[in-house]
């Protein structure tokens, strides 16, 4: 099993923290832009090679990696849910980040204006919900809570935001932070986890 992408990426950290619970042996191969544009049709990462099988989003790696363990794919519907709002906000964060670099910004572009409000709001509802209580699973956290924190780092990191007007969403990361698989796979720290 081959995974492609970069050490920096929200959505590579979730499906390396999931390969590294799963003890699913794998190799990790750094992406650039010109790989993922010739390996992958939708010219990002992550991206998944097991023998026949290619997998190009990192939603259906991990339904993969957690199915092919015998895990449950999510917890629950509010799980799932919350998974696909931090993917929402994810997406546009990064789109803010990237398309900043070429000088656009959402103080110039109405588009990204509303991309900002998605991100700002979502991280609003977010601080209002509760983490890490009601679930029961194989793992310390459930894929909608990982996916919460993969994108928060992230952030933190990019310095995309400040998590200082969301203390509960602060109090959320340390919590991970304490949690080594979580730790490892920091942009920092650069580890590849490959049991």
């Known amino acids: 099993m081959e995974l492609f992408g970069s050490y920096t990426s929200p959505y590579v950290r979730h499906i390396r923290i999931a390969l590294a619970e799963t003890k699913t042996k794998f190799s990790f191969t750094e992406a650039d832009y010109a790989m993922s544009a010739k390996l992958s049709p939708a010219k990002k990462v992550p991206f998944l090679h097991h023998n026949d099988l290619r997998l190009h989003d990192s939603s259906s790696i991990l339904k993969y990696v957690r199915e ?3 895990e449950r794919y999510f917890a629950d519907k509010k799980d799932y849910d919350q998974y696909c709002l931090v993917n929402t906000a994810m997406d546009a964060s990064i789109n803010i980040f990237l398309l900043g670099k070429e000088n656009l910004t959402p ?11 998605r ?10 919900k509760d ?5 029961e699973g194989p793992h310390p956290f459930s894929d909608g809570e990982l996916r ?3 994108f928060l780092s992230w952030g933190l990191f990019r310095q995309r935001f400040s998590l200082d007007e969301y203390p509960q969403l602060l109090e959320f990361v340390d919590k991970l932070n304490d949690y080594p698989t979580f730790a490892e796979t920091h942009p920092e720290a650069k580890s590849q986890i490959t049991e």
């Open 68 to 70: 092919k363990a015998g």
């Open 119 to 128: 991100v700002n709001d979502i991280l609003k509802l977010m601080e209002n």
């Open 148 to 150: 919460l924190g993969c």
């Open 131 to 135: 983490h890490a209580v009601a679930y």
């Open 107 to 117: 103080e110039n572009t109405q588009y990204l204006q509303r991309q900002q409000h």
